[in-house]
């Protein structure tokens, strides 16, 4: 029973080991293998760190992505920001692009 034990606790550390390592390469500036590595030999304390410290980045903006983000308009009525494609307003119903 404890050799089953120490064998699952073992498997669960190396998948959060590899879980930091692959969630660096979107959220630190540091290479994401040192901080695999970090976690699964520093324990606990390491991956204490890489939340606290490795964490130092946002996620890749849109435009890096390549996901482009559609032209928006101002509603002349309600003013609320609507996409260009659209003839009318969500909201009130008035008619977009006419100034």
Known sequence: MPVSLIVTAAVLWLFVSVWAALDARDHSSHDPLLW???????GIAGI????????DRTAAAP????????????????RSKEVATLEQCRFCGERLGET
Do not use: A, H, K, M
């Not at 695999?36 to 520093?42: N, P, Q, Y």
């Not at 983000?69 to 002349?76: A, Q, S």
């Open 48 to 55: 204490l760190l890489y939340v606290n410290v490795g964490r």
């Open 63 to 78: 435009s890096e992505t390549g996901v482009q983000t559609p032209e928006l308009l101002e509603c002349p009525n309600c």
């Open 36 to 42: 695999g590595l970090t976690v699964f030999f520093g």
